[in-house]
């Protein structure tokens, strides 16, 4: 009894003060695996924030996004006009998305644009397959995936890198969504479209906005996610793992998005490099789930949502 | 004060019907609605109230007649559009943003108002900061006015019905509409809290300046607070004049008890 408790208590904490460049190292992967969970749970939290919708396509969006950027570079475009088309294109589909998926479901129920955004998810998946093929392709946009030592410690660069521009994006996206007119729009068109159109905001608009950001996030996690295993089907899966961010941090805060994704990042990783030989390892498919479904019993709102305040 | 003879309308209906598949909600209704008065509308359930100003306010189309706003022809444009140019509503089930403060509701109200560059806005500074302060001022003037101070800070799905009532009214009044238009603004409200509402629409009415067009059953508020009174039934217009002469109108009596006169 007491060896098993030293096993599960003790014994890992030891080998952390053991070897900290080591700890650190894991850690830093973990942040980095987190950043990367939060760029999708982002894509997520713009959409449910401003219709209240939980967008099932976020994760195949990711993978559309990857796959037009790689499609166009395999013919030849040139990184950045390829990025600056990617772009042109994710915008376009929210165009498309708000005209013939949105409007005509205006004031419906929100399980009924969810059943939507699933329709849109079996579309792009097999769109994208149809116009870009099915192969797995390597995404290569010049960053250079090489690693450096300070201190001790080992740094890749395209994590470094992916880092930082997840910190920029994330910085921007907050402030743009609570400082200006347009985020207390986007949480009034959440709240209630009759209200929303009666003072005056045009839900088109709003609508092809926020899809259009959510597109470009798209874009970023997926050239992030393609650098690291190239681009391929399972892309659109680690939706899945944006799953347990959200239910971590809210589904309604861009902050719990990203606190939310560096959790579950950190928390695997350390789970499955000190824990893990206990269990015989693995411990990094199941954490994140674990965690949501602890979250939901405790605190269903998640650690920055909005209070679920219901009169009876 | 001079007044001129016969007003000018600010808003004109005319011939204004409105079809949901083969039921007619509204047949041919024409009403006028001049500068600065306060207008009922009154008629049993079904009537086509609620159908009226949601076709003034945009909601509907009708698919014929005109409807004239400041002498524009306004017939064909979206919701938004009617409240850009000074038309402001509540709903009959209150429609606020429930999660949002009160004072957040309130701003919402002002969002058509607000003008300038996102960055500066996002920065906090500058004409943006001047301008996010201008607008709080005047929304605190109607939180004064309409004494919900204590409850700013609350989420708006919180509050008691009447009180809702009481703050979409305040989010409609920060648009500084032209015409607002009420619908049922007293409904499910006691006695105290109705006589508080019907004073809150005279104050509006004399110290704003604003239009009035409101559709309410109690008898007795649209006694006290409309100058004229508009009768639907069915669909049409039957009656429309002073609140004193409808009344006692017999055609209108008879749309509300059903009873013969012979």
């Not at chain 1, 952390?16 to 850690?27: D, H, I, T």
């Not at chain 2, 500066?120 to 005047?138: D, M, S, T, V």
Request: include cysteine; aromatic fraction near 8%; charge should be neutral.
């Amino acid at each position: 009894m007491t060896e098993i408790l030293r096993a599960v208590a003790v014994a890992p904490f030891q080998d952390m003060a053991g070897s900290p460049a080591f700890l650190v190292e894991v850690l830093i992967g973990g942040v980095f695996a987190g950043l990367m969970y939060s760029l999708v749970a982002l894509g997520f939290v713009l959409i449910f924030k401003a219709s209240g919708v939980f967008n099932f396509a976020q994760g195949v969006m990711v993978l559309f996004a990857a796959l037009t950027l790689v499609g166009l570079m395999e013919r030849g475009v040139p990184v950045a006009v390829a990025l600056g088309l990617t772009t042109a294109v994710m915008v376009a589909l929210a165009f498309v998305i708000e005209r013939l998926v949105l409007r005509p479901l205006v004031n419906q129920e929100h399980i009924i644009l969810f059943m939507a955004t699933i329709g849109l998810n079996f579309f792009l998946e097999g769109f994208g397959e149809m116009a870009w093929g099915a192969n797995v392709k390597k995404l290569d946009i010049g960053i250079p995936d090489r690693s450096f030592m300070v201190q001790g410690v080992q740094v890749n660069e395209l994590e470094l890198t992916a880092a930082l521009t997840s910190a920029v994006l994330v910085v921007i996206l907050a402030v743009f969504f609570h400082r200006t007119r347009i985020g207390r729009a986007l949480r009034a068109v959440a709240d209630d479209h009759e209200a929303a159109l009666s003072v005056g905001i045009p839900l088109k608009t709003i609508w092809v906005i926020v899809w259009s950001v959510a597109g470009l996030v798209a874009i970023v996690a997926g050239i992030m996610w393609g650098a690291k295993s190239g681009v391929q089907f399972s892309l659109s899966l680690i939706a899945l793992k944006a799953l347990p961010v959200l239910i971590l941090g809210g589904f309604t805060s861009v902050p719990g998005a990203i606190v939310g994704g560096l959790i579950i990042g950190v928390g695997e990783k350390l789970g499955e490099v000190y824990w893990g030989p206990l269990v015989g390892g693995a411990i990094e498919n199941w954490f994140a789930y674990v965690v949501a479904l602890a979250f939901l019993l405790v605190r269903p709102q998640g650690l920055f949502g909005e209070r679920i305040i219901e009169r009876v | 004060m001079s007044e001129p003879a016969r007003p000018a309308a600010l808003l004109e209906v005319e011939g204004v019907s409105v079809r949901f598949g083969a039921l007619v909600a509204l047949y041919q209704v024409s009403l006028e609605i001049a500068r600065g008065e306060i207008c009922a509308i009154i008629g049993p359930n079904g009537a086509g109230k609620t159908t009226l100003l949601n076709a003034v306010s945009g909601f509907y189309h009708p698919y014929e007649g005109r409807i004239v706003f400041e002498g524009r022809d306004r017939t064909r444009l979206r919701p938004y559009e009617v409240a850009a140019l000074g038309v402001a509503r509540t709903f009959q089930n209150v429609a606020l943003f429930k999660g949002m403060s009160v004072l957040d509701n309130i701003m919402t109200g002002r969002l058509l108002k607000m003008r300038g560059s996102f960055l500066l806005e996002a920065l906090h500074w500058g004409p943006a900061r001047r301008q996010e302060l201008a607008h709080r001022a005047f929304v605190e003037r109607v939180i004064d006015f309409l004494e919900i101070q204590a409850i700013r800070k609350t989420p708006a799905g919180r509050l008691p019905y009447g009180l809702q009532k009481r703050v979409e009214l305040a989010r409609a009044l920060a648009a500084e509409p032209t015409l607002l238009l009420l619908d049922e603004p007293m409904a499910g409200m006691n006695v105290e809290e109705k006589e508080d509402m019907s004073r809150f629409i005279l104050d509006v009415n004399s110290e704003f300046g604003t239009t009035i067009a409101l559709i309410e059953h109690d008898m007795g508020v649209v006694m006290d607070v409309s100058d004229r009174v508009v009768v639907l039934d069915y669909g049409r217009k039957i009656a429309e004049g002073p609140p004193e002469q409808v009344r006692k109108d017999p055609v209108v009596v008879d749309a509300y008890l059903g009873v013969s006169h012979d």
